[in-house]
């Protein structure tokens, strides 16, 4: 089941540029998690982060998670053209993920 | 890391036809895997969990008699869509838990047309 939104749906950004997304939830969670899809394949993982932690870095991405407003926020510093993309949000409750419905990031040469 | 391996990445079939689609667990054991479906420019639905040894949990609205999931063994779960219709034509996803902060491991999808 999809259990909330992303925004923007879609952003488009020149390479060296930060891309900035968001991910909002409805209900209870042990974690939550960022992928990244290229089109038309599988999905990566790339960064998990603990209901009771509020920030994650991993190389050039941050992620931040506000349990209070049930909200996190993937930011992707120094954009390169591979970082084009879906990126997903998924939260994790008893070991099922609810995928958010993504932000397709275009980074521009 | 991890590895679960799909197969096939693609294929079509017609109408009435049944496929069976494979995850494999390369380097290490799937008790559990889960199997989604994504349509274009959409998110992955949950579609069931298949547990080794047991049987799936479908989510509410998908149909187990039409998608029959089994789970043999720790390293394979196998997807069979039954009678496939064009409406069944989507992107199918496996994932399987992996073990510390490193999330889940995916397939890389089999893109299923039905003619």
């Known amino acids: 089941s999809q259990q909330g939104e992303e925004d923007p749906q879609a952003l488009s950004i020149q390479e060296g540029e930060n891309a900035t997304m968001n991910c909002s939830y409805k209900t209870s969670i042990n974690n939550l998690q960022w992928y990244r899809q290229n089109s038309g394949r599988g999905l990566v993982h790339l960064i998990l982060?603990?209901?009771?932690?509020r920030e994650k870095h991993s190389g050039r991405l941050r992620v931040t998670l506000d349990t209070s407003k049930k909200s996190s926020s993937l930011l992707i510093t120094a954009s390169r053209a591979a970082d084009t993309a879906s990126y997903f949000c998924a939260t994790a409750f008893d070991y099922k993920l609810s995928f958010g419905a993504g932000t397709t990031v275009t980074v521009r040469a | 890391g991890a590895v679960v391996s799909q197969h096939p990445s693609w294929v079509i079939c017609k109408s009435g036809t049944s496929v069976k689609i494979e995850c494999r667990s390369l380097d290490f054991q799937a008790t559990t895997m889960f199997w989604y479906r994504q349509f274009p420019k959409q998110s992955l639905m949950l579609m069931a969990t298949s547990n080794e040894g047991s049987k799936a949990t479908y989510e509410q609205g998908v149909e187990k008699d039409k998608f029959l999931i089994n789970h043999a063994s720790l390293t394979l779960s196998t997807l069979t869509v039954t009678s496939a219709h064009p409406e069944d034509s989507s992107f199918y996803i496996c994932s399987a838990p992996t073990e510390g902060n490193h999330g889940y491991t995916f397939g890389s999808g089999t893109r299923l047309t039905v003619v």
């Open positions: 982060i603990r209901s009771n932690e």
